[in-house]
């Protein structure tokens, strides 16, 4: 049920309140809001106002603004945590905000070997599946969860870490190989209907499901869509923890670095996959071929255990 607009918590409410200036007002017009240069981060107005920044440059617009750019460098000096992001939307972010006529969630095994090339089971995958061994990272795995969690998803993602001892071929790198790892999401795999299935995919496919999660809001989190600039802040974040980036790596480097590591979307027909709302699987392999990450999320309603 969606919140009422006086029990919006003022977080989410700000971050409204900017989205809706920014889609209602030209950026011409909303340069008298930053006449006065921001002393202190506490203030709702300076977050209302960081927002907007955060929005426009979703849009391509307000750089280049005498005005807006100079609160734009106060809020990187008083360490706003939207002033780091770039004030332009990046080449990976391109299908941010962008519906498709046709195209929603990939719900079926068939919707998503119409969109993504399939890659195949080998026997190499499933030997290295059989020989990587788990790594406990909660604080990265929190990262990766962000959108999911901030935005009321049912069910806490599963977030997972393996290291290799030694490179995985990246023909190897498929369903046989994710098979065999110990997952959740795959518990009862092969007891429903239907054959697990991966698909190669690209950074930006990724990252931009990782904004829509953020986004929109979970189905039975309705009002908890976290506005387009945090959205923006909390995809990156996961992107950043997925590939084990530091995090004052500038963003066009990991933009640059995330075409080097191997992306898979995959779906199984398990007690996890539901098939009827979200379901969302990505595993991620490093260029020296030692280190995969696995993100699962789903928004049916389950149990809720988190999974870091």
């Known amino acids: 049920m969606a919140a009422r607009a006086g029990k919006i918590p003022g977080d989410r409410l700000q971050r409204s309140v900017a989205e809706k200036l920014v889609e209602a007002q030209q950026p011409r017009d909303l340069e008298a809001l930053f006449g006065e240069l921001p002393q202190r981060l506490d203030d709702p107005a300076v977050e209302v106002r960081a927002c907007i920044l955060g929005e426009l440059a979703l849009m391509g617009a307000g750089r280049g603004r005498p005005v807006l750019d100079a609160y734009a460098a106060r809020l990187r000096e008083l360490r706003h945590p939207l002033a780091r992001l770039p004030r332009t939307r990046l080449d990976v972010e391109h299908r941010f905000g962008v519906r498709v006529r046709g195209l929603g969630s990939v719900k079926t095994s068939e919707q998503l070997r ?3 090339p399939e890659v195949s089971a080998t026997d190499g995958g ?3 599946g059989r020989r990587a061994v788990e790594s406990v990272e909660a604080g990265r795995a929190g990262a990766v969860a962000e959108p999911f969690v901030v935005s009321g998803w049912s069910r806490v993602p599963e977030v997972r870490f393996f290291a290799l001892p030694s490179p995985l071929e990246p023909d190897d790198f498929n369903i046989a190989f994710i098979k065999q790892l110990p997952l959740d999401c795959l518990a009862g795999e092969g007891t429903r209907r239907g054959v697990a299935v991966s698909c190669r995919t690209t950074p930006d496919d990724v990252i931009n499901e990782l904004f829509a ?3 929109h809001g979970g189905v039975n989190g309705q009002g908890k869509g976290q506005g387009g600039a945090y959205a923006r802040l909390y995809a990156w974040n996961s992107l950043y923890a997925l590939m084990g980036l530091p ?7 990991a933009a640059r670095l995330a075409a080097e590591y191997r992306w ?3 779906m199984a027909f398990s007690d996890w996959f539901h098939h009827d709302t979200a379901d969302i699987a990505f595993a991620v392999l490093d260029p ?5 990450a696995v993100l699962a ?3 049916t309603d389950a149990d809720s255990r988190p999974y870091f």
Do not use: S
């Open 297 to 299: 999320a789903t928004d």
């Open 288 to 292: 020296g071929g030692t280190r995969v």
């Open 114 to 116: 119409a969109r993504f």
């Open 247 to 253: 995090g004052d790596l500038p963003f066009l480097d």
């Open 213 to 215: 999660a953020a986004h």
């Open 264 to 266: 898979l979307r995959f």
């Open 126 to 128: 499933a030997e290295g």
